[in-house]
């Protein structure tokens, strides 16, 4: 389902970078680590008929991810910005083109390619989810529950978040705390809808130990072994009963392609960030699709510009499972944008306005902003 109608060519005259740090309402902990504050990239692409804006997912340790922080404001700020305003004027389909002699970094151009489509979409007065085929005006709502103190925590955390309305939970594990933390969950709360998420924690060693959540009737297990390991996550979805889902895994549609034709994936995890944008995420949905394969859509801890963004690309046909787009307040107490996300009988709505359909908070942006540099053509 390629892109319809394409987005009408920008004239760029600077890019904006920020550096945020936004406190989290609680503690956010994976096998990675403990997050307390969200560090983020937000840029803003200027341009004679307004502006236009983007994130970049980035945290602040390459802990996840090869790309952090300072890795993608330094590759940003003097490679990848300074290759997209000497095109000067360009479709925002053509950016992927202009930065790919540029090795990985997929986060980076990820931001940069969204603050453009967010300025030509403005201009144009069209909305990003009808550019990139949304079908829906709302999408269900799913919510990532961090590693707790104990089993009882994590009950007490997943109650709450039941109680506002959230329509699947989902609950991170590691070695330790995985079938405890499971059991506790399935048993105080029966039939929910439940997914569990390893980040990469485990070997194929441990095939023996995941093979018993197959008792909890779980709707999927999400990237249990490392992101290159596919002919073990093959091997591995032969000994279980729960659907594989692949995560970290699937950096581009023809590593989606890959992984379908070796059995590795039958769920699939869509993040713009980290596929590189959300026109290469269109082609990963697109693979999946094909190949029947449902996808759904995972969250980095958005600010309301993201948020946004991954709703529109939630609301695309082949996304038939609730995904990470959670209200704003699941993560943030004050967000940057001036109406954030919230949760309405169980799902978000797919902003309508012109480009992502946000107006920032200028001055939560600056108040968060630890950082700023402006780069002219």
């Given at each position: 389902m390629p892109i319809a109608r394409p987005a009408a060519s920008v004239t760029l005259d600077g890019f904006e970078l920020r550096v945020l740090h936004i406190p989290l309402v609680s503690p956010f902990t994976t096998s990675f680590g403990t997050e307390t504050v969200r560090e983020v990239i937000v840029v803003r692409a200027l341009t004679p008929d307004g502006d236009g804006w983007g994130e970049i997912v980035t945290q602040?340790?390459?802990?996840?991810?090869?790309?952090?922080?300072?890795?993608?404001?330094?590759?940003?700020?003097?490679?990848?910005?300074?290759?997209?305003?000497?095109?000067?004027?360009?479709?925002?389909?053509?950016?992927?083109?202009?930065?790919?002699?540029?090795?990985?970094?997929?986060?980076?151009?990820?931001?940069?390619?969204?603050a453009v489509l967010d300025a030509a979409l403005r201009a144009e007065g069209r909305a990003f989810g009808e550019y990139l085929g949304a079908v829906r005006d709302a999408v269900p709502s799913g919510v990532s529950v961090g590693i707790q103190a104990d089993p009882a925590a994590l009950v007490d955390r997943v109650g709450g978040y039941l109680d506002e309305g959230y329509v699947r939970i989902k609950i991170k594990i590691k070695p330790g705390r995985d079938v405890a933390d499971t059991a506790a969950v399935r048993d105080a709360f029966g039939a929910i809808p439940l997914r569990v998420d390893a980040n990469s924690a485990y070997t194929l060693a441990d095939a023996e130990l995941l093979a018993e959540l197959d008792r909890f009737d779980l709707l999927l297990i999400e990237q249990p072994l490392q992101e290159d390991d596919l002919v073990d996550h093959a091997a591995l979805a032969?000994?279980?009963?729960?659907?594989?889902?692949?995560?970290?895994?699937?950096?581009?549609?023809?590593?989606?392609?890959?992984?379908?034709?070796?059995?590795?994936?039958?769920?699939v995890?869509?993040?713009?960030?980290?596929?590189?944008g959300y026109?290469?995420?269109?082609?990963v949905h697109d693979v999946c699709r094909d190949a029947g394969i449902p996808v759904w859509c995972g969250g980095m801890l958005e600010t309301g510009i993201g948020r946004a963004a991954n709703a529109a690309l939630a609301a695309l046909p082949g996304f038939t499972l609730p995904g990470d787009v959670s209200a704003s307040?699941?993560?943030?107490?004050?967000?940057?944008?001036?109406?954030?996300?919230?949760?309405e009988d169980g799902h978000v709505r797919?902003?309508?306005?012109?480009?992502l359909g946000i107006e920032i908070d200028q001055v939560a942006l600056d108040d968060f902003t630890v950082e700023r540099t402006l780069l002219r053509r």
């Open positions: 602040a340790a390459p802990l996840y991810s090869s790309e952090y922080t300072q890795s993608a404001w330094d590759v940003a700020l003097r490679f990848l910005a300074p290759a997209i305003l000497d095109a000067r004027t360009l479709a925002p389909e053509q950016v992927a083109g202009v930065l790919e002699p540029f090795v990985g970094h997929r986060m980076a151009k990820a931001g940069l390619e969204l032969r000994r279980l009963r729960t659907p594989v889902c692949l995560d970290e895994s699937i950096v581009s549609a023809k590593a989606a392609t890959d992984a379908i034709a070796l059995g590795a994936a039958a769920v995890n869509v993040k713009a960030g980290r596929v590189g026109l290469e995420a269109v082609r307040s699941r993560f943030y107490a004050r967000d940057i944008v001036t109406e954030p996300a919230v949760l797919v902003p309508t306005g012109p480009g």
